[in-house]
C-alpha cells in the first residue's frame, strides 16, 4: 500500500513514518508539508492513501482534496477534535488524533487494507470506474461520494451538479472536463446537459425527431439528443 503523508509540521510527520514502519505492507512514498507540494506528489504518484492533517497554512486538507479529480482513501490527521469529528462525517476511511497511539494506528490499518483490498484504482484504467471516489464540498457540508452512486452529472454554467442520494451540490467544473475522466463503459453523455450512470438506467424509449428518453432507477428523465441516441443504440445494440 502506497501512502504520502501530508502534514506542515515537521515532527508530526518523522513520527508518523516512525509509527508506519511497524507495517510492512505500507510504504511511503512521499511526504509534503502543504497542500499545493502534495497536488503535485498525487498527481504524480497516484497513491493509495493518503495521510492528511487537516489544518495547514495556506489551503487546508479539505481544500485540497477538492481540487483532486479522484480521491485515494484518507486518513485525516488532527490535533482538534472538532476537525476529526467534521473528517468522520465526510466519510473518510478514518482519522488519527495526535498524538497517535499506536494501538489506535492498528485500527486504521486494518481498515485500510480490508478497503484496498476490493478496490477498482483509478490509476489502473486511467479514468474513473464505479468504484471510484470523489471529493465533494458544499460549503461546511463534504462527502467522499462512490460514483457507483452517482445517477446523474448536470451543467449548469462553469458548474456540475452531482446528484446522490438526496444531495444536489455544485463543484467547479465543466461537463466536458469531468466527461474526459469518467470512463465511458459506465457513464454516457445523454445530451449537452447531461451525463448519465448508465447502471441506473430503469428503462428506455424511442422519443421525438429520433432521440430517446431514459428513465433512471430515482425516476429523473433524461432525454437523449439525436445524435447521442446513435450512440447509445450502437452501444446497446438497440
Not at 509509527?19 to 504524480?44: G, H, P, R, V, Y
Not at 473518510?92 to 481498515?111: G, H, M, S, T, W
Request: aromatic share 8%; proline share 3%.
Amino acid at each position: 500500500m502506497r501512502a504520502i503523508i501530508i502534514d506542515d509540521e515537521r515532527l508530526a510527520r518523522k513520527e508518523l513514518i516512525s509509527l508506519l514502519k511497524n507495517f510492512s505492507d505500507i510504504e511511503i512514498i512521499s511526504q509534503c508539508n502543504n497542500a499545493d507540494e502534495a497536488m503535485l506528489e498525487i498527481e504524480t504518484h497516484h497513491p493509495d492513501v493518503l495521510f492528511l492533517d487537516i489544518q495547514m497554512p495556506g489551503k487546508n486538507g479539505f481544500e485540497l482534496l477538492e481540487e483532486l479529480d479522484v480521491t485515494p482513501l484518507v486518513v485525516f490527521t488532527t490535533a482538534y477534535d472538532e476537525y476529526a469529528i467534521k473528517a468522520f462525517e465526510v466519510n473518510a476511511i478514518d482519522y488519527l488524533l495526535k498524538p497517535i497511539q499506536i494501538e489506535r494506528l492498528e485500527e486504521v490499518v486494518q481498515k485500510i487494507r480490508t478497503e484496498i483490498k476490493d478496490k477498482t484504482h483509478a490509476q489502473q484504467n486511467k479514468t474513473l470506474g464505479l468504484e471510484d471516489r470523489v471529493f465533494v464540498r458544499d460549503n461546511d457540508k463534504c462527502w467522499f461520494v462512490q460514483l457507483k452512486n452517482v445517477p446523474l452529472f448536470e451543467s449548469e454554467g462553469n458548474y456540475v451538479r452531482v446528484h446522490f442520494d438526496k444531495n444536489k451540490p455544485l463543484i467547479l467544473k465543466s461537463l466536458n472536463n469531468l466527461g474526459e475522466k469518467l470512463n465511458d463503459a459506465y457513464f454516457f453523455r445523454a445530451n449537452r446537459k447531461h451525463i448519465i450512470n448508465l447502471s441506473w438506467i430503469e428503462n428506455v424509449e424511442n422519443w421525438f425527431n429520433g432521440g430517446l428518453m431514459l428513465t433512471l432507477k430515482n425516476n429523473m428523465k433524461i432525454e437523449v439528443s439525436r445524435r447521442q441516441a446513435i450512440k447509445f443504440r450502437e452501444m446497446k445494440s438497440l
